[in-house]
């Protein structure tokens, strides 16, 4: 049910290595993508707590996803 309506889309099959980080990559990127589209909807409701943890995780998913494009790059 809930991967009907998730940002991020399970792959299936056996992958290289650097196949399976750009996928991760694609997975860090829309995970922040989706807390930032929330941003809007926080602010709208004035809930400080709410903004501060999704500021947090956009912070390690964005991080991630920088690490990860950095291993490709190698």
Known sequence: MFVKVASV???EGVFRATEMIRH?????EATARTARELFPVVN????QPTAD???QR???HE???WMLRNLLEE
């Open 63 to 65: 991080k991630t996803a």
């Open 9 to 11: 889309k399970e792959v």
């Open 58 to 60: 956009l912070e390690v």
């Open 53 to 55: 943890l999704l500021t």
């Open 24 to 28: 991760l990559v694609a997975a860090q």
């Open 44 to 47: 709208a409701a004035n809930d």
